[in-house]
């Protein structure tokens, strides 16, 4: 198998099964990372922020896997920029508000967090639950379908 291609590749498409599982792997790896990092730095100073090196390539490998569950959907790179960005930029102008900002700047930044949130629930939806296109399309054929203990297979074919 190419795990390489497999992490980091944004060619092909990706089942849902396969999108859930390395989003969960790269949590439990993430989540790790920063455990380590936080004890190494109350032991070692900033010599345990070392493991945080490893955040980018996880970052990396959550986007590859969003495009190519994306692709499984008949969508581009753009989509998954639409999905991740998005929501962040309408957030922002909320988190700029002060104590003395008026009601129409409050709803409106409100109307933009909330903008913000559909965003990002729309995403999570399509992303990580709704089937994917039967059939070849633009992206390649479909992912095979697995079977218990073909844990990466139909991804991994080159």
């Not at 291609?5 to 792997?25: D, H, P």
């Not at 700047?105 to 709704?130: K, N, T, Y």
């Amino acid at each position: 198998m190419d795990y390489a291609k497999l992490l980091f590749g944004f060619e092909g498409r990706a089942t849902r099964l396969t999108y859930w599982r390395i989003q969960v792997m790269l949590t439990a790896v993430g989540a790790t990372l920063f455990i380590l990092a936080a004890f190494g730095t109350i032991v070692g100073g900033w010599l345990g922020a070392v493991p945080l090196a490893f955040i980018p390539p996880l970052l990396l490998t959550g986007f590859s896997i969003t495009v190519r569950r994306l692709h499984d959907r008949g969508k581009g790179v753009l989509w998954a920029l639409f999905f991740l960005v998005g929501p962040w930029v309408l957030f922002a102008p909320a988190g700029t508000l002060r104590d003395g900002a008026s009601t129409g700047a409050i709803l409106g930044a409100s109307l933009l967090a909330l903008s913000g949130f559909a965003l990002g629930a729309w995403g999570w939806i399509e992303i990580g639950f709704v089937r994917g296109a039967q059939g070849a399309n633009r992206y390649g054929p479909p992912p095979s379908e697995l079977r218990p203990g073909d844990f990466f297979k139909a991804e991994a074919r080159t």
